[in-house]
């Protein structure tokens, strides 16, 4: 059982210290993740879909260990890599790699495509120089790049390539998981679409683990088995693609659904059904379900005591964090 | 239907293929700058003079070799002789070695201290950076002259101490300018994917961020050799810089009284000081044109 | 429909074309685009970056940059040709009768000033009202772009405004004016999507309140359908299809378009119907340099692609059995869904 697991996070929480005390004295600090859980079995994809300010690449970075937690057990491949410690940290942290945002400012300027892609396997320490030119040789062409390209430098490239060779670096020390931060929000619609397409036959080819951070609802469900739907710092909703797509439960994933446009002429989208209330304070304790002064559906319960991550009535693994579960209309 | 691997751009998609590496644009760049051009072309000039001039021209400069106050290009004496009937020509290539070396030492030691300080604090932030930073203010509030007077008065007018004496006061901009740059870069996601790959601190602060965070510094270390030649002029003026050597400041400090007499024995070696000067900062503007992303864009 | 002959449109753009200077020549970055605009209709410009929509935008607005230059062809706003309007022409338009909203609502109003201070400037400069009447209508536009509480917040500063807000904001001042045209360069890129949706509402209740023409500036095949009732495609500097959004998205009859179209994964609730691999369309838009040559540009990337696509321009032409559907295209796809 375990050893199909590539990523078991349990009660994750990470928070961002503030300028000044709290009410109470101590010092305020803001909870950008609050007590996840989540599982992602050897060569699946799960998706974190959430707005701005979710803290959804906040999780995903603390995963990697590259921000501070502040609860929560990281478990990879069956290792305890939420506690380990400096060398042995820097040693295991082949294990992850991350394909980031933006390709202007993810790859070195100063290192030629071939460097930036052997960088990991430098650090990694475990092969000849021989091995490494081979693996180059073999994940440029996996990705898509002519070998005499190794040679040029990030600027000599399109967005698109420069995704390319950000790929091709994450496989390179053939990482347990990887960590896709919104990998093709910044890139072209024409070239998003040749990114994804790699993606999922990188996958294929060999096995790779996903966490895909992500805004974009289309792009989520063509890439991932399950989706986790996060809103200032909690899961709200938590199921498999089909389940999810189906008949998405909680106010929050329904609102975020009617709101992408669709190129259905007749389908206008219902924009404008969120209620415009206030936007919770993360530096205070929490009292409530996080998205009531939000939601269409709120009612008093809402605000007494914080909603759990629950099996949807008669489902398994379809949860969602919500007090009203199933008793409001859904549209 | 193929995989995206396959798709790589057709006919006409791709032009750019020679590996062209950042540095071979600011050289282009560099070249295409006339002030700097000249500049670099005088700067050859008086830096040649002050290595290979004291072999072709070899006369002591502390020696009497003449009547006082022969003006140039009397009685052989191209520059003519000082107060004390000294060869200037000898005076000014001796000076402009001395100059020269103090400058660029004094340059190369703020910026070893400067980086120091600038990427640590840079790096780490928190409690090191909050010390570094007000030992950083320290030097910087500190009455740059008046300390590096003091600093000569105590522990003797020698070459050594008057370099050091530069160096400890000026590298204050390169701490400030190095922890800009380290603060920004360290920031980006090529630093995070470096640190995610498993680099050390060491590693990323030294083969990582340092390297895309010397163009401003390199161009603030031109600066400063300029700086601290007029320093050491200052000093030398004042009669504070080591006395058995020959400086350009030194010539116009000594020949000061006789300014009216003799305009040239002062005029010389100061033209000399605003020619070197002025060379290295169109150099250095002409590095940062080339070395500056943002002015390279457009 | 506003066909008739008779009446002019509110802006007719012929023949438009605009080149730069640069260190390496000429480059013809807007090739012959001719688009007409009605008084209250909405149309998208589509095509990724690079392809000349906000080039066009400025182009209309009198806003090139320094090295570019109208080389060709008319701007026709209610018959007045602003190509060769004066500087002080443009500027009394600029604002008041055409208006612009940009991508950016974080740096595109003026942190030192109020939210009313910067509305208050656009009806004194244009409309010449008194303070207290500009900040009269300043609370009032606030409330039309749904800002609650307008009185009190009319004395925020931007920083202290969400994104969404900042740019109903903009919209607020962009309408200030009641313009007859409201250029909006993708608005929402740099919003979150439930945002994203209460903007595209907004606009198109103001735009039908003040019958304002609404030129969408996108990529998005999704707010092309729910913003628009026309749609004019570019690709490398010109147009390659232009008709009624419900046609064009039904039978897209360039190669771009379907592509454009296809290569997005839209959402379903049937995800046992989704395919593995998405339609893509190979490589990338041309460098500008190759702009403007006598061939199709978009060739390279086409898998109709043959001997006459990269040998000559195509000409626009007229899809039969639906009126103003046009497509340049040497291979387009046929109307009924061929493949």
Redesign the interface.
């Known amino acids: 059982m375990s050893d199909k697991l590539a990523l078991d996070v349990q009660n994750l929480s990470v928070s961002f210290p503030m300028r000044g005390r709290g009410a109470d004295g101590r010092r305020r600090a803001l909870l950008a993740v609050d007590n996840v859980n989540f599982l992602i079995a050897r060569g699946k994809t799960l998706g974190i879909v959430g707005e701005s300010g979710s803290g959804k690449t906040t999780a995903a970075m603390a995963v990697?260990r590259?921000v501070p937690k502040l609860a929560g057990n990281i478990t990879i491949d069956g290792i305890d890599f939420g506690t380990l410690d400096n060398e042995a940290l820097?040693?295991a942290?082949?294990r992850?790699?991350?394909i980031?945002?933006?390709p202007y400012?993810?790859?070195?300027?100063?290192l030629?495509a071939g460097e930036i892609v052997r960088?990991?396997l430098v650090?990694?320490g475990e092969t000849s120089r021989a091995e490494q030119d081979r693996i180059i040789d073999e994940l440029f062409?996996?990705?898509?790049?002519?070998p005499?390209q190794k040679?040029?430098?990030p600027?000599?490239f399109s967005g698109g390539q420069r995704q390319r060779i950000?790929i091709a670096?994450a496989l390179s020390?053939r990482p347990s998981l990887i960590i896709c931060d919104e990998p093709v929000s910044a890139l072209d619609v024409a070239v998003q679409a040749?990114?994804?397409?790699?993606l999922?036959?990188?996958q294929g080819q060999f096995g790779l683990t996903y966490l895909f951070i992500s805004h974009d609802l289309g792009v989520v469900q063509h890439m991932c088995d399950d989706i986790a739907v996060m809103y200032m710092g909690q899961f709200m909703e938590y199921a498999d693609r089909k389940s999810f797509f189906a008949a998405p439960r909680h106010p929050y994933s329904q609102a975020l659904l009617d709101a992408v446009p669709t190129i259905d002429i007749g389908a206008q989208p219902t924009g404008g059904k969120l209620v415009d209330g206030e936007i919770p304070d993360l530096t205070l304790p929490q009292t409530g379900c996080r998205f009531a002064s939000r939601c269409p559906h709120a009612r008093d319960v809402c605000n007494g005591g914080v909603p759990q991550l629950q099996d949807w009535p008669g489902s398994t693994g379809h949860r969602l964090a919500c007090h009203l579960t199933g008793t409001f209309a859904t549209s | 239907?193929k995989?995206?691997?396959?798709?790589?751009?057709?006919?006409?998609?791709e032009?750019?293929?020679k590996?062209?590496?950042?540095l071979r644009e600011m050289v282009v760049m560099f070249l295409a700058n006339r002030a700097a051009m000249v500049a670099s072309i005088v700067l050859s000039i008086v830096v040649l003079a002050a290595i290979f001039g004291p072999m072709l021209h070899p006369v002591d400069p502390f020696e009497m070799v003449w009547a006082p106050f022969t003006p140039p290009g009397q009685e052989g004496f191209v520059l003519g002789t000082d107060y004390l009937g000294r060869d200037m020509l000898a005076a000014l290539l001796n000076g402009g070695r001395v100059s020269l070396t103090i400058g660029l030492v004094a340059a190369l030691m703020s910026v070893f201290i400067g980086i120091s300080f600038g990427a640590l604090a840079g790096f780490y932030r928190g409690l090191v950076e909050e010390v570094l930073m007000r030992i950083t203010e320290f030097f910087q509030v500190l009455p740059t002259l008046l300390f590096s007077m003091v600093i000569v008065a105590l522990f003797g007018a020698s070459l050594e101490v008057v370099t050091i004496a530069i160096g400890v006061v000026s590298w204050t901009a390169v701490a400030r300018i190095t922890r800009a740059e380290f603060l920004r870069i360290r920031e980006?996601?090529?630093v995070?994917?470096?640190?995610?790959?498993?680099?050390?601190n060491v590693?990323l602060m030294t083969r990582?961020i340092l390297?895309?965070a010397l163009p401003p510094i390199i161009v603030q270390a031109a600066l400063m050799v300029g700086s601290a030649i007029l320093f050491e002029a200052g000093l030398a003026f004042l009669g504070l810089s080591d006395p058995n050597v020959v400086s350009w400041g030194q010539i116009i400090g000594s020949n000061r009284p006789y300014i009216l007499d003799a305009g040239f024995t002062v005029t010389i070696p100061g033209l000399a000081i605003f020619v070197t000067v002025l060379s290295i900062s169109l150099i250095g503007d002409g590095l940062n044109d080339a070395l500056n992303p943002k002015l390279r864009a457009r | 429909m506003t066909n008739s002959p008779s009446t002019a449109p509110l802006l007719d753009v012929r023949n438009l074309s605009v080149q730069f200077t640069t260190r390496g020549g000429t480059v013809t970055v807007l090739d012959d685009i001719s688009f007409t605009l009605e008084r209250g209709e909405r149309i998208s410009f589509v095509g990724e970056s690079g392809c000349g929509k906000s080039m066009t935008a400025l182009a209309l607005m009198g806003l090139l940059p320094a090295m570019g230059r109208v080389s060709g062809g008319q701007v026709l706003f209610k018959g007045e040709d602003l190509t060769t309007a004066s500087p002080a022409r443009l500027r009394r338009l600029r604002g008041n009768e055409i208006s612009m909203i940009f991508q950016e609502p974080m740096t595109s109003l003026n942190p030192v000033f109020t939210i009313g201070q910067q509305i208050s400037e656009v009806l004194r400069l244009h409309r010449g009202v008194d303070n207290a009447e500009a900040r009269d209508r300043s609370v009032e536009l606030l409330q039309a772009v749904r800002i609650p509480d307008a009185a009190a917040r009319v004395d925020d500063y931007p920083h202290q405004l969400s994104g969404g807000q900042r740019q109903r904001v903009m919209i607020a001042i962009a309408l200030a004016c009641e313009p007859e045209i409201l250029i909006a360069d993708e608005p929402t890129t740099a919003l979150d999507v439930t945002v994203q949706a209460e903007i595209f509402a907004l606009l198109r209740d103001l735009g039908a309140k003040l019958d304002t023409a609404i030129i969408l500036i996108t990529h998005d095949m999704g707010a092309v359908a729910q913003m628009s009732e026309r749609m004019l495609v570019m690709y490398a500097g010109r147009r390659v299809e232009e008709g009624q959004v419900a046609n064009v998205i039904k039978a897209p009859a360039h190669p771009y378009t379907r592509g454009l179209i296809a290569c997005v994964p839209h959402i379903t609730s049937d995800v046992d119907a989704l395919v593995d691999?998405l339609?893509?369309i190979?490589?990338?838009v041309?460098?500008i340099t190759?702009f403007g040559r006598d061939e199709c540009l978009f060739a390279?990337?086409c898998a109709k692609a043959a001997d006459e696509c990269w040998s000559a321009k195509p000409q626009q032409s007229d899809i039969a059995g639906h009126s103003s559907h046009s497509v340049s295209c040497w291979h387009p796809f046929g109307t009924e869904g061929s493949r």
């Open positions: 990697a590259l820097r040693q942290r082949q992850i790699q991350i980031f945002q933006d400012s993810s790859l070195n300027p100063r030629r960088e990991p650090y990694a062409e996996a990705v898509g790049l002519r005499e040679a040029l430098f600027h000599q950000g670096r020390t040749q990114i994804l397409n790699l999922k036959s990188l | 239907m995989p995206a691997a396959d798709s790589a751009p057709r006919r006409g998609a032009i750019v293929d590996a062209q590496h950042p980006l996601e090529y995070t994917a470096s640190r995610a790959a498993g680099a050390s590693t990582v390297p895309n | 691999t339609p893509e190979d490589g990338i041309p460098p190759r390279p990337r």
